[in-house]
């Protein structure tokens, strides 16, 4: 199969072969994997009880799921990915703010997939074959998991559904292994290593499960469900049809390896450990599927995290290729695993990642969503490529291909986010008007979107300007 050509150029309606079904695949084979299993890991961690655990990541989840699914009708109507139909809103030059929340939040994500996987397949192999636990056999297992990643990443969208389609029927069966392989130590009994309540009392507890390992799963697809979308014609597929596929998708490819995270946490006594503890209670017979899950699931869902920091980074270099684009930040998702590795505890690196990441986009998907409403999903998807084309002008140049209104309403929700964050080693001032409740992702997405309808409620729906003119367009 041939390298994938397009970048974040306009997909044409002839090349828009795929549909609803290939959303949800490409959106449940990916997930299942051990970099989304340890997300049901975090709430056990946090000293929540079985029950607890698992409402807070439920809620979460659907709640995450409610603010981005939506987005994935922006693209079906751009034809191309999400940070760049937002120049909509934020300008041709301004939609650089969703680039880089989109390279962020893929490259985080990216790293903590192979992290957590090669972390397991290290364990496994010890247990299969002996393999030593130091520093040199994680750090092959990590550059063998990079290197098979970036295979599929730069051979670009058509392999990577592939591979979510045999993943999506594979990573479910090696799932219900496990749940079997697991269930004998199952309890639901609450596991003393926690150390009880990580905040101190239940709800703050809670409400920090329910946004570092419930809603943060959706919130890092709020730039990539258009990566998808965009291979999908309007004139073939109802928005309802595409909305209800990314609803299905989200939900089925996030609850269930989350549930089954939290499942083996409680199986494995793994509070403070997951990888660990997962390898060590594993009886023998399992541990070869446990290792394919490990190395299978891994490629598949940081493939697909690298493909978009690929199209993120194209979005910002417009001159670099998408292939050169994804060699680049895979390189740098790699020297991330390494620091993430040797450097940092788990549990506090993916709490810290996941919520200040959360502050940052929520308010941009916020913003990106009531344009869509104005404008009733009518878009002008030339006037979206003029940055990438290195020309001037369009309905969407606003002042100089930024919209001054759009960029301050997201940094404003974004600043209050990061004031309101509750962080293992960092409590913004703004955290004690909640009252030690971290309400950031709210807080950030009010903020941003409020700010946004009151700067622009005058806004008037503009006809496109020929390209190569600068105007001052009001929106």
């Known amino acids: 199969m041939p390298i ?183 309890t639901t009994s609450a596991l003393p290593g926690a150390g009880g309540y990580l905040l101190g009392s239940f709800w703050p507890t809670w409400l920090l499960a329910l946004v570092a390992a419930g809603l943060s799963g959706p919130i890092a697809f709020i730039t990539l469900l258009g990566d998808y979308t965009r291979y999908v014609s309007p004139a073939r597929h109802s928005s309802r049809a595409v909305l209800g596929a990314a609803w299905t998708g989200l939900l089925a490819g996030l609850l269930i390896p989350q549930l089954f995270g939290t499942f083996t946490a409680y199986a494995a006594r793994a509070a403070l450990d997951y990888a660990g503890g997962l390898v060590d209670a594993s009886p023998t017979w399992y541990l070869l599927p446990l290792l394919l899950a490990a190395s299978a699931g891994s490629v598949g869902n940081a493939g697909l995290m690298l493909y978009s920091m690929g199209l993120d980074l194209d979005a910002i270099l417009p001159r670099a290729s998408r292939a050169r684009a994804t060699y680049t930040v895979a390189v740098v998702a790699t020297a991330c695993v390494f620091v993430g590795h040797f450097a940092w505890e788990a549990q506090d690196a993916m709490t810290s990642f996941v919520l200040l990441l959360t502050a940052i986009g929520t308010p941009w998907a916020v913003i990106t969503l009531i344009g869509f409403a104005r404008c009733r999903g009518e878009y002008d998807a030339e006037a979206l490529q003029v940055f990438n084309r290195r020309a001037k002008g369009g309905v969407y140049w606003f002042r100089s291909g930024w919209n001054i209104q759009a960029t301050i309403s997201w940094a404003l929700g974004a600043a209050v986010g990061l004031l309101s964050v509750a962080l293992p080693s960092y409590e913004g001032p703004l955290l004690p008007l909640t009252g030690g409740v971290d309400c950031s992702f709210l807080l950030s997405g009010v903020v941003g979107g409020v700010t946004y309808a009151a700067l622009t409620r005058r806004a008037v729906v503009a006809a496109p300007l020929p390209l190569g003119e600068e105007e001052t367009v009001a929106g």
């Open 4 to 186: 994938e050509q397009r970048g974040v150029d306009t997909i044409p309606d002839g090349e828009r072969t795929s549909g609803p079904r290939d959303l949800v695949s490409i959106l449940i084979g990916s997930n299942l994997c051990l970099g989304v299993i340890v997300f049901g890991w975090l709430p056990v961690s946090f000293g929540l009880g079985w029950w607890e655990s698992v409402s807070a990541v439920v809620a979460g989840t659907v709640l995450g799921t409610a603010l981005t699914a939506p987005l994935a009708l922006v693209s079906l109507r751009t034809g191309t990915n999400l940070s760049t139909s937002s120049g909509a809103q934020f300008g041709v030059r301004g939609r650089l703010v969703g680039s880089v929340v989109g390279l962020l939040l893929s490259l985080g994500y990216t790293a903590l997939t192979i992290w957590i996987g090669g972390d397991v397949m290290v364990g496994t192999l010890h247990r299969l074959l002996g393999l030593s636990a130091d520093g040199l056999s994680y750090g092959v297992v990590y550059a063998l998991l990079a290197a098979a990643t970036v295979v599929g990443a730069v051979f670009g969208y058509r392999v990577l559904l592939r591979l979510s389609r045999v993943l999506a029927f594979g990573m479910t069966a090696l799932l219900v292994l496990g749940v079997i392989a697991y269930a004998p130590d199952f």
